[in-house]
């Protein structure tokens, strides 16, 4: 395969599960209100996969989309990322599923696990990759089924996340279309500011740790909120400035979708007009690694992004990982 000079997203798909979970249901199960839930995040519904669904499934959907949309056959694929904090099992990947539930060729196919910056962390390397000539078709799926993994008698977790899948489909554009700059980081001391406790070598899984709900997704919230906003400030700043783009030049701006006020306080640090940032967390809520795909793919589909069109994104999610991207439509 020959270099490419640019890789780009040829198409996008999604799929969400139809049950929609708002604040006033959640107001039945633990105490919070749909008031408390607005203001302080900015969430009014997100979705909840039917018990019958599982990662994988809403995958092979969201991947048979953007597969279509892009023009391109599945068995043209030459590598599928899932970026996933919720996948079908710990063995094997779920991307393993996707290959063969979408028909692809025995392609190299992993899980990638950097939470609410996965997408970003799978886009980084799919563009390495086509660019380098090793791959020219490779699929970037954004998964996540986390209410699977949330504890409803928890107030401070169980109102933020949503279920949701979105897929990309990345290959070699002409510049200068084609994603301009990426950047992504892991800083392991706050590790413990959000994470799943039990399930893994640390504590595997007994009746205690189950009794104990320490399977569920446990979050220091105030404290990710500060490092959140400075960390989504300061990589976004250094990707324009590495691509040499302004600030005034940018089309759209899609930021994780974690909370409203972290949105805004980050596009009020960056000097971004409010027209030009897409919001969906009031219908979605945290998807996590689905979030950007999500916003990208209900762009691309209302015409919000269109070819030529200038677009940042940035992540910000557990591990700690940060990271944000700069693309041409
Ligand atoms: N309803 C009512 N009250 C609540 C609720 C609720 N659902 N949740 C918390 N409270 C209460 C708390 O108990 C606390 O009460 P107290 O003052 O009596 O102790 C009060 O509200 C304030 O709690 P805080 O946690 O300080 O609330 P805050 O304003 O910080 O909002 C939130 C919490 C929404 C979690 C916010 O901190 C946040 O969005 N943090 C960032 C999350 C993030 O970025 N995560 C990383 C990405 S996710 C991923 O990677 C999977």
């Known amino acids: 395969m020959s270099q490419a000079t640019a890789a780009g997203i040829l198409g996008t798909g999604s799929a969400l599960p139809d049950k929609v979970i708002t604040n006033f249901d959640l107001e039945k199960m633990v105490d919070t209100s749909d008031q408390w839930i607005t203001e302080r995040t900015g969430i009014k519904e997100r979705r909840q996969a039917a018990p019958c669904d599982y990662t994988s499934a809403l995958c092979i959907r969201a991947g048979r989309e953007a597969l279509k949309r892009a023009g391109v056959e599945p068995r043209e694929l030459d590598m599928i990322i899932c970026s996933t904090i919720s996948p079908d099992m710990p063995l094997p990947a779920t991307a393993a599923f996707i290959q063969h539930g979408l028909g ?9 696990a950097a939470a609410c910056s996965g997408f970003l962390f799978g886009m980084t390397l799919a563009d390495q990759f086509i660019r380098s000539g090793r791959t020219r078709y490779v699929l970037v799926v954004g998964a996540e089924l986390l209410s699977r993994f949330l504890d409803y008698q928890d107030r401070s977790t169980c109102v933020l996340f949503g279920d949701g899948v979105a897929a990309g489909v990345f290959g070699p554009v ?31 899984a007994t009746c ?27 990589v976004s700043r250094r990707v324009l400035e590495s691509a040499g783009i302004t600030v005034d030049q940018l089309d759209l701006f899609i930021p994780h979708q974690a909370n409203q006020r972290i949105t805004d306080a980050v596009r009020e640090r960056l000097g971004l007009k409010p027209d030009k940032v897409f919001s969906n967390i009031d219908r979605i809520g945290n998807t996590s690694s689905a979030s950007i795909p999500l916003c990208l793919d209900e762009c691309a589909r209302s015409g919000r992004l269109k070819k030529g069109d200038l677009v940042l994104m940035s992540a910000f999610g557990a ?11």
């Open 208 to 234: 205690e740790t189950v009794k104990a709900r320490q399977h569920y997704i446990k979050m220091k919230g105030n404290e990710l909120f500060k490092v959140a906003v400075r960390s989504l400030e300061d």
């Open 104 to 112: 692809a060729r025995n392609i190299w196919s992993f899980d990638l």
């Open 319 to 329: 591990g700690v990982t940060w990271g944000a991207a700069l693309m041409r439509w």
């Open 174 to 204: 002409s510049p200068p279309a084609g994603i301009l700059a990426t950047e992504m980081h892991t800083d392991g001391q706050y590790a413990g500011h959000l994470y799943i406790p039990a399930g893994g070598t640390v504590r595997p």
